[in-house]
């Protein structure tokens, strides 16, 4: 409940959701569509749908058993992370909603990647060949077909990326961890989870453990005086800062346009029925920053509440604040990015793996 409702409150006042929308039902639709089984670590109890225990017995045939078997392993897989991991611990801490994209990257990933290991001994394949590199994992496994579905297709891309994403993407950053230093890699990898979503998305920033930059946005008194609260903040990361860039493309993101993320914060406000978003965002390189402002500003509303600037590595984002708010807000962004330094190229990847 508490995530829906922060869902309509960030994402909708991002445009990344339709407010009037019924969210509850469109949730439960989606997950009840993708969702086939699952583990509990607050009761130890795993649990699967009736078709998949149905497979398990053989009812269907041996290519359904063998599709119920995978869902086994990559649940039983959980089972193991809550035992020998604390993975229900690790569900507890505050996390940010990009250190929370990276977390279940890790955890669904390794998951994904010793469901495709088991597929691959059962044809004689050692799990190496897949994890060699993202086209070799191709050669062996179909990576749309993991996370499929017609409920999820018409999803907002700002769900079906961030659902998809723990399982494709965390399949590909644990199987480049994996490559690199085996299954004990993958369990320090949990033990010191990517911080970001860009270190999910670029595993050599994990390997280098290049750190986000620390971005926050201070109270401005002049929105205080207007009566605009401070509701929500955030950082959305790469990942979620792509869908944003890619509104209205078909593939729903801009990966292209969010690659090079440093950092961000993101400040929500309301006043009655009305909500504003203040966002900064800074980059590795002032082209990136390029980059990221002229796509952000093809999807800003065009309206006077929104406005789209760079200065420096850094990109201010504003909607649907009052334009004559928008001079000391702008002030403090200024201020801001003025005391940025020019940051150094991202670190090279290590040759060993950083633990």
């Known amino acids: 409940e508490a995530e829906i409702e922060r869902?309509?409150?960030?994402?909708?006042?991002?445009?990344?959701?339709?407010?009037?929308?019924?969210?509850h039902s469109?949730?439960?639709?989606?997950?009840?569509?993708?969702?086939?089984?699952?583990?509990?670590?607050?009761?130890?109890?795993?649990?699967?749908?009736d078709d998949v225990m149905a497979g398990l017995v053989g009812a269907f045939g041996p290519e359904q058993t063998q599709e119920a078997r995978l869902v086994l392993v990559h649940e039983l897989v959980h089972a193991l992370q809550d035992q020998r991991l604390g993975l229900g611990e690790s569900y507890e801490k505050e996390r940010t909603a990009d250190a929370d994209n990276a977390f279940r990257a890790v955890v669904e990933g390794d998951?994904?990647?010793?469901?495709?290991?088991?597929?691959?001994?059962?044809?004689?394949?050692?799990?190496?060949?897949?994890?060699?590199?993202?086209?070799?994992?191709?050669?062996?496994?179909?990576?749309?077909?993991?996370?499929?579905?017609?409920?999820?297709?018409?999803?907002?891309?700002?769900?079906?990326?961030?659902?998809?994403?723990?399982?494709?993407?965390?399949?590909?950053?644990?199987?480049?961890?994996?490559?690199?230093?085996?299954?004990?890699?993958?369990?320090n990898a949990h033990r010191r989870s990517p911080a970001t979503s860009e270190q999910v998305l670029h595993p050599e920033k994990f390997f280098a453990r290049e750190p986000a930059e620390v971005v926050e946005i201070p109270e401005n008194e002049a929105l205080v005086?207007?009566?605009?609260?401070?509701?929500?903040?955030?950082?959305?990361?790469?990942?979620?800062?792509?869908?944003?860039?890619?509104?209205?493309?078909?593939?729903?993101?801009?990966?292209?346009?969010?690659?090079?993320?440093?950092?961000?914060?993101?400040?929500?406000?309301?006043?009655?029925?009305?909500?504003a978003v203040i966002w900064w965002t800074t980059w590795d390189t002032e082209a990136d920053a390029e980059e990221a402002f002229v796509a952000a500003r093809s999807v800003s509303p065009r309206h006077s509440t929104a406005r789209v600037e760079r200065k420096g590595r850094s990109v201010l984002i504003i909607r649907g604040l009052p334009p004559k708010l928008h001079r000391p807000v702008r002030g403090d962004f200024h201020s801001f990015a003025r005391r940025i330094k020019n940051q150094p190229a991202p670190p090279d990847a290590r040759h060993d793996l950083m633990y």
Request: avoid cysteine; aromatic fraction near 8%.
């Open 225 to 275: 005086a207007a009566g605009f609260e401070r509701i929500e903040e955030d950082t959305l990361g790469e990942l979620e800062l792509s869908v944003y860039l890619g509104q209205g493309r078909a593939a729903g993101t801009d990966e292209e346009a969010a690659a090079g993320w440093a950092g961000d914060h993101l400040a929500v406000y309301g006043r009655g029925e009305e909500a």
């Open 7 to 23: 869902a309509r409150l960030v994402y909708g006042a991002l445009g990344l959701l339709d407010t009037e929308q019924d969210l």
């Open 26 to 49: 469109m949730f439960e639709d989606v997950l009840g569509e993708q969702v086939i089984g699952y583990y509990d670590p607050d009761t130890g109890r795993l649990v699967v749908r």
């Open 111 to 187: 998951a994904t990647l010793a469901m495709l290991a088991h597929a691959l001994r059962q044809q004689g394949i050692p799990l190496s060949a897949a994890t060699a590199g993202i086209q070799q994992m191709g050669d062996y496994v179909d990576l749309n077909a993991l996370v499929r579905g017609e409920k999820l297709d018409d999803a907002p891309a700002i769900l079906r990326v961030t659902l998809v994403a723990p399982y494709l993407r965390g399949l590909q950053f644990v199987a480049a961890v994996q490559g690199r230093g085996g299954w004990p890699a993958v369990n």
